[in-house]
């Protein structure tokens, strides 16, 4: 599975920006989708997941009440909605993919390339 992440781009402290996970090929809608970001300097670290059914969701508590993950798997799309965004959101944003739910970037299987979001103060 190849995975396309876009909608990156840059936005104020406080604005709001979706981006989207999309696949080259093939459908990932039997694949758990997650959502992964690195910061310059920094590890990568989880953001968000959502099952295939869309009935289970992981969130990281620092992006808990502001940024939501969703899929329409008749477009084969997994979009992350990202509100009151702030600085210390500027990173790469990774989409993965695995066969079940999980929060461990070791754990899954297939990569996009990313996109990057830069949050200005």
């Known amino acids: 599975v190849q995975l396309q992440a876009s909608g990156g781009g840059l936005v104020q402290a406080g604005g709001s920006l979706r981006v989207s996970c999309a696949p080259s090929?093939?459908?990932?809608?039997?694949?758990?989708i997650g959502w992964f970001r690195q910061a310059p300097g920094k590890e990568r670290e989880f953001v968000a997941a959502?099952?295939?059914?869309?009935?289970?969701?992981y969130y990281a508590d620092s992006v808990k009440g502001r940024f939501t993950i969703s899929r329409d798997n008749a477009k084969s799309t997994v979009y992350l909605q990202m509100n009151s965004l702030k600085p210390e959101d500027t990173a790469v944003y990774y989409c993965?993919?695995?066969?079940?739910?999980?929060?461990?970037?070791?754990?899954?299987?297939?990569w996009g390339q990313g996109t990057l979001v830069t949050v200005s103060s």
């Open positions: 993965a993919a695995r066969r079940y739910l999980s929060s461990k970037a070791k754990e899954y299987d297939y």
């Open positions: 090929g093939r459908t990932v809608g039997s694949y758990a």
């Open positions: 959502i099952n295939s059914k869309a009935d289970t969701t």
